[in-house]
């Protein structure tokens, strides 16, 4: 529930403005994120952000692995979380489901039109509905034989999850033994949850014993129901409304849905009295609408309302679509919206140098959540609503990680208020900021700090590339040194990179004693940049981060330019964009105008400029190999697979590239030879099927002489 000054900028993105590359951080990041809230909430009982945060969280992470598959992780296939390791497990015999939500009238509309079509129904025909709250609790299966309790547990992932039975023992709302005559198998399912006044009970009294407080009533009955001491489980006010079922023998108390709950009742369990059968939509909103009116005056949370068909016999038919019932869905309350005011307007620069809007706001409560920043997206957004410092705002927050200015509440606006200038430059390094076309000449939503050698919010990024095995290949500088060096001041430019061994001789705090550095590692990573002095052009250009070019990129411009100089200098004078040497740059076949651009921004920046020069004091750079034009394979597709014996397979493509071939990770019918090793697989079977030629290693060395 913390709500942190600095919000990750790239959140603020839409996931189809991600390029792959902020993709892939933002992706690190949500995962490690997610894995680090999970253990929190589960293993520690001790969350720190909300469910619906964390459920934003989960949501932004499948929302950008649905737009680059590549991206597809562990994490976001759990749905759910496992069961953690200090409770017994329980498999659930019925799986426990979750709810589809609707957050509309139309969409509830939709629901019942759904499910008359399903059933066949006429589109006016009568389905009767129950209507009840959605409690932000969490869900228990309570297992009785002969009308005993014997097994509680979690929902888990729904398939499996833990037992609680002590703990669930101590809850008074529970019987231990059902009333009158009940199914001789009767699982009983529902909310654990606890009471508003209860939970802000148990905070004082958390807070005056020096321990920590629960962010919300939900969080905090989650964590007192999974203590492994029931006695503090007993200790703390939980209490449960039962309104589901999992496995029960036959014959069933009763036909329908709110029969069962009113049985349920009879049995000795506390249902909620806000439950109704409703025979129309209208019934069914109107008795949402009154739901929703008392929300706040409700002595426990909730954040909807779940309708459910009530012939069970109709329930059955209807059955399930992955993992909720076809029969059911949960109605949401609209996002929780608050008005206030905006004292400024912060620019955040990503490590990615995107640079985010972000409004600081008069601090004010969104559902229950003290709101101070909110971000405004980029600036075509700050533009459209015309957001001002001093204006009044409607925040919101929903369907998304951070709160959010929805619209300025003009009326209240001041006389004297001045439209928001968006800065051209970085406020961090002062490097000129600026937004890319795209060939069509579309200018890109974020604007960009152009210093990415010299931005200290891009800095860690830019060292871990810098040193990257595809760039400069500094052995033994792995990402974690790397962040190390830059928190302590040691290494903050890549150029620092190369007076380190000196100032390590002069230095008092030398590297050796650094936690897990020793003699031996630190020669070797001496040794290792010692060795990088002496680099060849393609990878000393690839090093520097250049926006939109990559390896292979950087190749080209080497082999065309042949020395950084050339290339600096086609930059700088192409300035203009119907320059001679503009036309120069694009008239390289495989470099297009948003590459060209970016080549000018970079060299045109003045930070970067005496970067490089810095740099290069301590470098020399070696001119690409002259490429063979008249080679066996010149002009050719290659795609090497399988051991190769005789050289690596960065060895392999590098010799095929300087003989002028072109190397190719999979076989389609545009290869035109595959060099194939001992233990060579589905890459074979492809080149068979493409009618591919193919030749062994050794033969391949005879080819090229
Ligand atoms: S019915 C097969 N009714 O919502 C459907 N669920 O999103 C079983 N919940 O895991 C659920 N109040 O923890 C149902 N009145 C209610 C509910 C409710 C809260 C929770 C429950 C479930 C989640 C599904």
């Known amino acids: 529930m913390s709500n942190p000054d600095k919000i990750p900028p790239a959140r603020a993105m839409a996931v189809e403005d991600l390029t792959p590359f902020e993709a892939r951080l933002e992706h690190g990041d949500l995962a490690a994120e997610i894995a680090a809230h999970d253990v929190r909430y589960h293993q520690q009982d001790a969350p720190t952000i909300s469910d619906g945060d964390y459920d934003r969280l989960r949501q932004r992470l499948l929302a950008i692995e649905a737009h680059f598959p590549e991206l597809r992780s562990v994490v976001a296939v759990a749905v759910g979380a496992k069961p953690s390791e200090k409770f017994a497990k329980v498999k659930h015999r019925v799986p426990m489901l979750s709810l589809a939500n609707v957050f509309s009238d139309d969409e509830a509309g939709d629901f019942l039109d759904r499910i008359r079509r399903y059933l066949d129904l006429d589109p006016q025909a009568p389905v009767a509905l129950t209507a009840e709250p959605k409690i932000d609790g969490l869900s228990c299966s309570l297992r009785y034989e002969d009308g005993k309790l014997v097994v509680a547990a979690t929902r888990g992932d729904g398939e499996e999850g833990e037992d609680v039975t002590l703990n669930v023992r101590t809850i008074k709302d529970i019987p231990q033994v059902l009333v009158g005559s009940v199914p001789a198998i009767l699982e009983v399912r529902g909310e654990i949850y606890m009471r508003k006044d209860d939970f802000a009970a148990l905070n004082q009294r958390q807070e005056a014993e020096g321990k920590p407080v629960f962010a919300n009533p939900r969080n905090a009955a989650a964590g007192s129901l999974r203590q492994l001491d029931s006695a503090i489980t007993a200790d703390r006010p939980l209490r449960f409304f039962a309104y589901a079922w999992g496995e029960i023998s036959e014959p069933l108390p009763s036909m329908s849905q ?23 939509l209208t019934d069914l909103l109107a008795h949402y609408r009154m739901i929703e009116v008392q929300r706040s005056s409700l002595a426990y949370d909730i954040d909807g309302v779940v309708y459910k068909v009530d012939d069970l016999a109709l329930q059955r038919r209807l059955g399930f679509i992955a993992r909720s019932p076809r029969w059911a869905t949960a109605h949401k309350f609209p996002a929780e919206q608050a008005t206030t005011s905006v004292t400024a307007i912060d620019i955040q620069v990503g490590r990615t140098g995107v640079l985010t809007p972000v409004a600081r706001l008069e601090p004010v409560t969104v559902g229950g959540v003290v709101v101070s920043n909110a971000t405004l997206h980029n600036e075509e957004e700050i533009a459209r609503k015309d957001v001002r410092i001093c204006d009044t705002v409607v925040v919101q927050r929903a369907g998304d990680v951070i709160p959010q200015v929805v619209s300025v509440v003009l009326e209240q606006r001041k006389a004297d208020s001045i439209a928001y200038d968006f800065p051209k430059t970085c406020p961090v390094c002062g490097s000129h900021a600026v937004r890319e076309a795209d060939a069509a000449g579309k200018e890109d939503k974020a604007r960009r700090c152009t210093g990415g050698l010299v931005c200290p919010a891009q800095a860690v990024e830019r060292l871990r590339h810098f040193v990257a095995r595809d760039a400069m290949d500094i052995k033994g500088f792995g990402e974690r040194q790397i962040e ?121 920046e003045e930070h970067n400029s005496q970067a490089v020069a810095e740099l290069l004091t301590y470098l020399t750079l070696q001119p690409p190999e002259v490429v063979a034009s008249q080679s066996p394979v010149s002009g050719k597709t290659l795609v090497f697979t399988g051991a190769l014996e005789r050289m690596s397979r960065d060895e392999a493509k590098s010799m095929a590239e300087r003989l002028g071939a072109k190397v190719s990770g999979s076989v389609s019918k545009k290869t035109d030879l595959v060099v194939a090793g001992p233990g060579a697989g589905s890459k074979l079977a492809d080149a068979r099927k493409h009618g591919v030629e193919v030749i062994t290693e050794d033969e391949w060395f005879t080819l090229i002489g």
């Open 258 to 280: 709110s029969g069962m709950v009113e049985a349920f009742g009879r049995f000795g369990f506390v249902t909620n009295p806000l439950m109704k059968r409703c025979d129309t």
């Open 484 to 604: 190390a060096f830059y928190r302590d001041g040691l290494v903050t430019r890549p150029q620092d990179i190369f007076t380190l061994e000196t100032r390590d001789t002069g230095s008092l705090k030398k590297l050796k004693n650094r936690e897990g550095w020793g003699e031996t590692s630190v020669r070797n990573l001496f040794a290792a940049i010692a060795a990088r002095r002496n680099v060849t052009l393609h990878r000393f250009i690839f090093a520097l981060g250049i926006r939109h070019v990559g390896e292979s990129t950087a190749k080209l411009l080497a082999r065309h330019f042949g020395t950084l100089d050339a290339l600096r200098e086609t930059a700088l004078a192409a300035r203009e964009p119907d320059s001679e040497a503009r036309k120069t740059l694009t008239a390289i076949d495989g470099i297009g105008p948003v590459m060209a651009e970016a080549l000018v921004d970079f060299f045109t």
